[in-house]
């Protein structure tokens, strides 16, 4: 990944690894704490430590294991609040799922995702402008009886809005109803949406009077390519969160992929401060009087007296934390996978930065879309990426034979004039892209588990994005109102505290 170094701060070298000393401003993080947030250095670099690196840890320190988004909001919390930490990381790098990579000059996210602009969490803790966020169309165009059809946001495209009131996507009827329910997805607190009676979000549709035509053309393929789920089981809870986040902002993408996300959080973090390759093997806790123990693969271990956060999937946490989660478990069920193609191309994208959508529901593909029509960043001048998303993991097919039978469907959906020259670049398979969120569901589960341990990832919380910064920070803050409490009691100095924890926000 293309790398300049940091204009601000102290910048030294470990053992080939950069890392800088970040300087305190009131422009990146959390507004909630904004007079001890850290100024994000004008640079790609990644700031880590290999394991290899660091001989030993600080006993009185907190561990972070994962350092996936959720990780990642928990140790900006933690360090807000002058409580030291190390976020260990078993890949490469930070950011879990939320990770890009350049092969030949193109970036691919790591599995397609959107970010949409009107996440609560995300804008108290990023740097949108840093991000350069290109938005897509607000609207889509559905492939049906061998045609694309358009369909827009009234309120944003209101000519197309007229215009695709008569394509076969849907009824007016439906097309109208599309509007009344974004205007009651605005209605209310996120907390009380959030917490409503729910049932599946396919139920949800047909008792809103929605049709079977724009349900199968529309809404299957677009809130599918969210949920990786064509069944539409996932909670209307969540369905109706997505619609007030669409309602209210755009869908965008970060110039320099989903990846400067995790990277805009990791540069934010103390030198040193992740450490890489470190894969958890075991947790251990003895009597309460003594630090809990995290054990690597490679046999070291590591003491954390302050605590341990668990800040991985699901499946990984509930692995590593085992009986600890009995009393607050997270929803059970096999998750949701997915598998995202990507192609170059010289040919120009048909229709500019918008969303493609299978409206016929046969074949592999789901959705599709042009990266570089929407961020140019995304490609080589003079050329383009084309993404093409499928719902499962379908470990049955090799990636040769994936990738053609995605071609050759993209050949009937575009023309082979458009696609013949389509180069495969790389597939993702992501087996476990999102937890079960069927219901019921709790969408705020409790992040605290006693023993000094602490769960934390979209698990715990709604599977969004927003979801998993919310979730790190909740963890962060009961940590830190143990931490006081413990101090207090004990006649200790408390660790600065840049704000008040909110102790409503906890549960």
């Known amino acids: 990944m293309t790398s300049v170094t940091a204009s601000q701060g102290a910048c030294q070298?470990?053992?080939?690894?950069?890392?800088?000393?970040?300087?305190?401003?009131?422009?990146?993080?959390?507004?909630?704490?904004?007079?001890?947030?850290?100024?994000?250095?004008?640079?790609?670099?990644?700031?880590?430590?290999?394991?290899?690196?660091?001989?030993?840890?600080?006993?009185?320190?907190?561990?972070?294991?994962?350092a996936g988004v959720a990780g990642l909001s928990c140790g900006l919390r933690l360090h807000q609040a002058g409580i030291p930490f190390t976020i260990l990381e078993s890949s490469d790098g930070p950011g879990g799922r939320v990770r890009s990579d350049r092969v030949e000059g193109f970036i691919l996210d790591r599995g397609f995702q959107i970010f949409l602009t009107s996440y609560p969490e995300a804008k108290e803790v990023l740097n949108y402008a840093d991000l350069k966020l290109k938005p897509f169309y607000a609207g889509a165009m559905v492939h049906y009886r061998n045609q694309f059809h358009k369909v827009a946001d009234p309120l944003r495209h209101p000519v197309d809005g007229v215009l695709s009131l008569l394509n076969p996507t849907g009824t007016v009827g439906d097309k109208v109803n599309v509007g009344v329910f974004r205007l009651k997805s605005t209605l209310g607190s996120l907390?009380?949406?959030?917490?409503?009676?729910?049932?599946?979000?396919?139920?949800?549709?047909?008792?809103?009077?929605?049709?079977?035509a724009i349900i199968d053309r529309f809404f299957k393929p677009f809130l599918g390519g969210i949920f990786f789920d064509n069944d539409l089981k996932v909670t209307s809870r969540l369905f109706e969160f997505v619609m007030r986040m669409l309602a209210s902002g755009e869908n965008s993408l970060p110039a320099n992929g989903i990846g400067a996300i995790s990277e805009q959080m990791a540069a934010a973090l103390p030198a040193g401060s992740i450490r890489t390759g470190a894969k958890v093997k075991e947790l251990s806790s003895s009597d309460m009087g003594s630090p809990l123990e995290v054990i690597l693969e490679d046999g070291t271990k590591m003491a954390a007296k302050r605590g341990v956060v668990v800040a991985t999937d699901q499946p990984a946490a509930a692995q590593l934390l085992g009986k600890h989660l009995d009393a607050s478990p997270s929803r059970q069920g096999n998750g949701r996978g997915t598998c995202n193609i990507y192609f170059r191309?010289?040919?120009?994208?048909?229709?500019?930065?918008?969303?493609?959508?299978?409206g016929h529901g046969s074949g592999l593909v789901n959705n599709a879309c042009f990266p570089s029509a929407v961020a140019p960043s995304y490609a080589p001048c003079g050329q383009h990426l084309v993404s093409v998303s499928v719902i499962g993991s379908?470990?049955?097919?090799?990636?040769?034979?994936?990738?053609?039978?995605?071609?050759?469907?993209?050949?009937?959906?575009?023309?082979?004039?458009?696609?013949?020259?389509?180069?495969?670049?790389?597939?993702?398979?992501?087996?476990?892209?999102?937890?079960?969120?069927?219901?019921?569901?709790?969408?705020?589960?409790?992040?605290?588990l006693g023993g000094r341990m602490y769960v934390c990832g979209d698990h715990r919380d709604h599977a969004t994005l927003d979801g998993a910064l919310k979730s790190g920070r909740r963890a962060a803050e009961a940590l830190i109102a143990d931490t006081v409490q413990e101090s207090t009691s004990d006649g200790k100095a408390a660790p600065r505290q840049p704000a008040a924890v909110d102790q409503t926000e906890l549960a």
């Open 394 to 448: 379908h470990d049955d097919l090799t990636d040769e034979s994936l990738s053609s039978a995605v071609h050759e469907e993209m050949s009937q959906w575009f023309g082979d004039k458009q696609t013949a020259d389509w180069k495969l670049l790389k597939v993702y398979r992501v087996s476990f892209a999102q937890p079960n969120q069927e219901p019921p569901t709790d969408l705020m589960r409790p992040v605290q």
């Open 345 to 358: 191309t010289s040919q120009q994208p048909p229709h500019g930065n918008v969303l493609y959508l299978n």
């Open 191 to 212: 907390d009380d949406l959030l917490q409503r009676d729910e049932t599946t979000t396919m139920e949800r549709l047909k008792r809103e009077g929605f049709s079977d």
């Open 13 to 66: 070298h470990i053992r080939g690894v950069v890392t800088a000393r970040l300087t305190p401003c009131p422009a990146l993080l959390s507004k909630r704490v904004r007079s001890h947030c850290l100024q994000r250095p004008q640079s790609r670099r990644v700031h880590v430590i290999t394991l290899a690196s660091q001989k030993s840890g600080n006993l009185d320190q907190v561990l972070v294991i994962g």
